[in-house]
């Protein structure tokens, strides 16, 4: 279910104080909210065509069969859990962008599993159709779709195949989900341009704004066991998340400055602190069929 956005921090703290398990209401709820804030940090650290690489490798190609990349998501030093991003091709030529994340298994009363797909095209990042799944019971999902006939957004919450929920917005001009704004960061980094893009979320469509800069840092990548040189984005969005423990405000990511664009690592300040995701694996079939796999020890 989602995060009901009227349930505030305060009023958490409240129940909890005359509640004997407090301490434990509140470790779950923070880590919870940590875990899938993450994830967004991630996905928005992300102009609107293809950019050449500086080292002279051609244009950014992030659309890869196969490609699987793993995060490791941490608040100061506590690892929170693992992020996972995948992409498939499909028969129609679209690319499904399957993103999920899960909890620390290690850390007690916590079990998160939030899983989102994007269907999108090389030539447009922007949203067709997601689906979004939360906890153990996979048939409670949420989807989004242009339906262009009508020009209307239209979602829908179901569970086990039931209908609970249907709504519509206006569909005046492209919009993007999460994923959407990754890969269009992928293929847009280091273009030097800043744009405002529409931006779904909980319902709504609301305005991020986000900078491509020319930017080159040499930033440490454990999945890679080394410094790579990569171009830096960074943001702002102009909404608040519910599902991502209210996130709002800047952000900051690091694309390896080549033809892949790979997301390495992503930091954003919160209330409670810091969090940083850093690619800790990295999976990609090359034109050959061979595949390329790093990975670095969980820590």
């Not at 305005?207 to 702002?236: I, K």
Request: net charge positive; glycine share 6%.
């Amino acid at each position: 279910m989602k995060p009901n956005t009227k349930f505030s921090l305060l009023r958490l703290c409240r129940l909890n104080l005359r509640d004997k398990n407090w301490w434990r209401v509140t470790v779950i709820w923070i880590v919870t909210m940590l875990l899938r804030y993450g994830l967004s940090c991630l996905v928005l650290s992300t102009s609107l065509s293809p950019v050449r690489a500086q080292n002279g490798q051609g244009a950014r190609r992030p659309f890869i069969a196969g490609e699987v990349l793993q995060y490791k998501v941490k608040w100061t030093y506590l690892r929170l859990g693992t992020v996972t991003i995948t992409q498939t091709a499909t028969d129609s030529g679209l690319f499904l962008i399957h993103m999920s994340v899960r909890s620390n298994p290690s850390l007690p009363f916590v079990d998160v599993n939030f899983r989102n797909q994007s269907m999108l095209s090389e030539r447009s990042q922007s949203l067709t159709e997601e689906v979004i799944t939360s906890g153990k019971d996979t048939g409670e999902k949420t989807v989004y779709w242009i339906d262009r006939a009508s020009r209307q957004l239209l979602m829908e919450d179901s569970l086990r195949g039931r209908r609970t929920r249907r709504d519509s917005l206006s569909w005046e001009t492209e919009c993007y989900d999460a994923l959407g704004l990754l890969m269009l960061s992928r293929l847009s980094a280091g273009s030097g341009k800043s744009v405002s893009l529409p931006t779904l979320n909980d319902y709504k469509v609301n305005r991020t704004d986000v900078s491509y800069t020319n930017l080159r840092e040499e930033t440490d990548v454990p999945a890679f066991n080394a410094r790579r040189r990569c171009v830096v984005v960074s943001g702002y969005a102009h909404w608040v998340g519910s599902s991502f423990a209210g996130m709002r405000g800047p952000f900051k990511g690091w694309f390896t400055d080549d033809e892949l664009a790979i997301p390495v690592r992503a930091e954003v300040d919160i209330l409670l602190g810091a969090i940083t995701l850093e690619l800790e694996s990295y999976h990609c079939p090359d034109s050959t069929g061979r595949t390329t796999t790093t990975t670095t020890a969980a820590r």
